[in-house]
């Protein structure tokens, strides 16, 4: 296990220098997909077709009956929508941030 995480750690620290020491425009690029992944999840325009449009399983398990129930339900719809505004907006400053360091 102890080389598993040394393989790792040396992994990330390599990736870390190529992307620290990469140009502006890796940051401006990173920035405009965070727009995107920000605007998608405002469903401000769907990016990403939703998971039953492209998958006919049907979705088994405890976490997924919770999500839905937290989502579907009108009992929690306002927790859904705050947290959907409070993950757009967490993603949107993330965005605005790749724009500083790339300009």
């Known amino acids: 296990m102890a080389v ?14 190529l992307i620290g020491t990469s140009s502006s425009w890796w ?3 990173l920035g405009v997909l965070m727009v995107f992944m920000a605007l998608q999840v405002w469903e401000v325009y769907n990016f990403i077709p ?3 449009l492209t998958t006919k399983k049907p979705k088994k398990g ?11 339900s ?3 719809s306002t927790f859904s929508k705050m947290l959907k505004y409070l993950m757009g ?11 500083y360091l790339g300009f």
């Open 4 to 17: 598993t995480f040394t393989i790792l750690g040396t992994l990330a620290s390599i990736l870390g220098k």
């Open 89 to 99: 907006g967490a993603i949107m400053l993330i965005a605005l941030y790749m724009f």
């Open 50 to 52: 939703s998971t039953s």
């Open 74 to 76: 009108n009992k929690y």
């Open 27 to 29: 940051y401006i690029a």
């Open 62 to 72: 405890y976490i997924g009956a919770f999500v839905t129930k937290l989502t579907l």
